[in-house]
């Protein structure tokens, strides 16, 4: 391999050459003849023998033949020049498909062929690996002896120069062959390029189409030979992906676990998955089957969702770990992707709620029942402002009732994680104005440092009391503030709300795992009871979600479908606007069960971002839940004084863990502009569930994780694609092998194809030197001597 600024090599000839030289078929035809015919009529009539006829005869035409080349002013040319040696572009892929391993079961012949050349069982090595092996062997050692330089460049999405073998990572996340082909022609454009050798799968993903690359390269005499790294037979492969896990939940939560199953090279079947769930790392603890599911094979996908209960294999632990697992194929051989683990870190403790409501209609007297159930997950404290003053306030129990509405900023940030506020004016809340103007602000900077806020339509105040304030800003809906907006509801028909991604339902509104009865549950006659009446507002702000929805009427100038239940941020904390006051009716066919699971879920997500940490002053989370392997992790925090004031810390401290190996300390970097909050970006080189903590004292205090998986275009389909790649070196008159064939391409390189440019050059007169006046003369005297002899003279 050579560098990538390489100087020619200088070289010097000398040659004859004539400068007045006349066609090449004048001179065989014209004046050859005629030298010989003219010499043949001067001794043709003359009484000789024949061999000395032919010997003058012959001795004239040299004479005449010596005198015109001197008329062709022969010179001497001495020249130099630069020899260019061939080169030989050789393109890796290093997309992430080359991370696959491949058995080579259909095939041992060529299993055995590639283990011989790598010296490593192809089944336990990555194709990446076995071009590292392959490459590192004598092939680019016989280009070099057979006089070819080689580049090296590895190509994904972009091409770039190779340096190190060992440097190939296989993190690309899509993989365009034809783009890299003619990068590689465009970057040595000029030089003296022969071949292109590319090993790679085939599997083209994007960017320019390789036949057009591969016309190009023939248009400019370059030929493309092609390497097929993988299995060329098609194979038989269930895939299991995960799609979804809670990112964390609180003890005794079911756990609901969503997984899409893709089958290659099956057109009919069925296979059945397993979840397990695991003990701690380094525990003795048998794996405990927990959910199972039969899954019907066809080429493509399906979607598979599985349940753990709310037992724990361990009651007390942290995280509950899951391992899912795919039933293989008689006729699989890929086995690493038919098995995952999932982690879902459990939060311990309680969900904290204020609950204030207006008056006691029935939406608050069911919830009310619900907070105070005795639940060990949730603590509430429930205030009712229309009971006279001697009235009992409820409260789960070890709690004190509420004499008043709490209104300071750190008594809601220490005592509270979610505030759900039913019908009322919370401008209102007292008789002094300055205490609702304080109760107000301080839900705002509760909401601001992640508190969750529910507010449950009224008929009577709320949300149409607030139109237009400081507290609609918190809303994740817009309110009509003129009162012009009154769509007609006929409040004696049940309606049944429309959920806005069935097929990828919001937490809080997946009340069933199966996604088909999820849906019939919402927007069926035998599902959930409807609801009467609702509240109209403008539609939902930028960045929110529309959970559920009218099913007739539509708001807004886009004429959508009015939003029922509507989920946003603000900042950070969350905020949710539930717009009918009719959820108590959902117990009427299927008592507490939906009714529960649909509260719980909504007070879980609305608390998520204060659970995570244990004091509720430090948060950390992940801004994506996934990553591909090509990007980069990012992962923000915000830490808060013992005044829950923004912490004035120049860094902070966190534990990072990569699957597999040791524990890391990170120190995360302040966010300018944004005080207490911190920021952490990082590239990762494996696969797998990582984790990332604070902690003190050896407790933790807030954690997130995250998946990194493989670039979605290029798992989608990994198996090699060997018609692509003949179809390119085809085009070129090039060779299309597999990679055990590696040694045999040599033999399209012949070698001798170096490319010479003159560089300067230097004519030398030779006619005028006396050699060529002795010739003459010798000439033209032994025919004067032989003319003498015979007395033809």
């Known amino acids: 391999m050579i560098p990538f600024a390489q100087v020619p090599l200088e070289t010097q000839r000398s040659w004859m050459r004539f400068l007045d030289l006349p066609p090449a078929w004048v001179l065989v035809m014209v004046i050859v003849p005629a030298a010989i015919g003219i010499a043949t009529l001067a001794y043709w009539r003359e009484p000789l023998s024949r061999r000395l006829r032919a010997f003058l005869i012959g001795l004239r035409s040299l004479s005449f033949l010596a005198l015109l080349l001197v008329l062709f002013r022969p010179v001497q040319v001495q020249s130099r020049e630069n020899v260019e040696a061939p080169e030989v572009l050789v393109l890796v892929d290093d997309s992430a498909s080359m991370v696959r391993k491949d058995a080579y079961a259909s095939d041992r012949a060529l299993r055995t062929q590639v283990r011989d050349l790598v010296g490593k069982d192809p089944s336990t090595t990555t194709r990446t690996e076995l071009i590292q092996k392959a490459l590192e062997g004598s092939f680019l050692g016989a280009l070099e002896q057979r006089g070819y330089q080689t580049r090296l460049y590895r190509f994904a999405e972009n091409l770039a120069p190779l340096s190190d073998l060992q440097s190939l990572t296989a993190r690309g996340s899509a993989t365009h062959l034809g783009s890299a082909v003619g990068s590689a022609l465009a970057s040595q454009r000029g030089k003296h390029v022969t071949d292109i050798v590319v090993l790679s799968d085939g599997r083209n993903t994007g960017g320019i189409d390789p036949v057009q690359a591969a016309l190009s390269a023939r248009a400019t005499g370059t030929q493309i030979h092609t390497v097929l790294v993988g299995d060329p037979n098609p194979e038989v492969n269930l895939t299991l992906e995960l799609l979804d896990a809670p990112p964390s939940v609180l003890q005794g939560d079911e756990i609901s676990i969503q997984l899409r199953v893709t089958a290659q090279g099956v057109t009919s079947g069925s296979s059945e998955v397993w979840l397990e769930e695991l003990g701690p790392p380094g525990s003795n603890l048998e794996p405990r089957k927990v959910d199972r599911a039969p899954v019907e094979l066809e080429e493509g996908s399906a979607r598979v969702v599985l349940v753990a209960p709310s037992s724990a294999l361990v009651p007390d632990a942290t995280a509950r770990r899951f391992r899912v697992q795919l039933q293989a194929l008689p006729k699989e051989s890929l086995l690493d992707d038919n098995e995952l683990e999932v982690l879902v870190p459990i939060t311990s403790a309680r969900l904290r709620v204020l609950y204030v409501e207006g008056f006691p209609r029935y939406e608050y007297r069911f919830l009310r029942e619900l907070l105070r159930s005795g639940d060990e997950r949730i603590q509430a404290q429930i205030y009712l402002m229309s009971a006279t003053p001697d009235f009992p306030q409820d409260a789960s129990p070890g709690l004190p009732s509420l ?314 389909d990994p198996s090699p694609d060997p018609e692509n790649l003949r179809a390119i070196a085809n085009l070129t008159q090039g060779a299309a092998i597999t990679l055990a064939d590696l040694p045999k391409l040599v033999d399209q390189f012949p070698g001798g194809e170096e490319r010479r440019l003159p560089v300067a050059s230097e004519l030398t007169d030779t006619w005028d030197r006396l050699s060529t006046l002795l010739l003459a003369l010798g000439l033209f005297s032994l025919e004067w001597i032989l003319r003498k002899r015979y007395e033809l003279i």
Request: with cysteine; hydrophobic share 35%.
């Open 403 to 716: 004499d008043h509405i709490p209104t300071d900023r750190k008594e809601l940030l220490e005592n509270y994680d979610v505030i759900i506020l039913g019908d009322l004016d919370p401008y209102r809340i007292s008789a002094d104005p300055a205490r609702g103007e304080e109760f107000v602000a301080s839900l705002k900077e509760f909401v601001q440092k992640g508190g969750g806020l529910c507010v449950i339509a009224g008929e009577y105040e709320n949300p149409r009391s607030v139109a237009g304030t400081e507290f609609a800003d918190l809303l994740p809906v817009r309110l009509d503030t003129t009162g012009s907006l009154s769509p007609d509801q006929d409040t004696k028909v049940f309606h049944h709300p429309l959920l806005s991604t069935p097929d990828a339902p919001h937490e809080i509104v997946r009340l069933h795992p199966d996604l088909e009865v999820n849906r019939a549950l919402w927007e069926s006659e035998g599902g959930l009871p409807g609801f009467l009446w609702f509240f109209p507002t403008l539609g939902a702000k930028p960045g929110s979600q529309v959970l559920l929805s009218h099913p007739d009427i539509r708001v807004g100038p886009a004429r959508e479908n009015a939003p029922l239940l509507v989920a946003g941020y603000y900042p950070e904390g969350r905020t949710l606007f539930l717009a009918i006051e009719s959820t108590w009716r959902w117990r009427k066919r299927f008592q507490d069960r939906y009714h529960h699971r649909f509260w719980h879920n909504a007070l879980r997500w609305l608390a998520l971002g204060r659970l995570r940490s244990q004091d509720r002053k430090h948060q950390i989370e992940s801004m994506e839940p996934s990553y591909n392997l090509d990007e980069a992790v990012v992962v923000e925090a915000r830490v808060l004084d013992d005044d829950f004031a923004p912490s004035e810390l120049p860094q902070v401290p966190v534990q990072w863990q990569t699957p597999g190996r040791p524990i890391e300390t990170l120190e995360m970097q302040p966010i300018e502009g944004n005080p207490g909050h911190y920021r952490l970006r990082r590239n990762v080189e494996r696969v797998g569930t990582y984790q990332v903590w604070m902690e003190s004292n050896g407790t933790r205090l807030a954690s997130t994780e995250f998946e990194v998986r493989m670039p979605s275009r290029e798992t989608r």
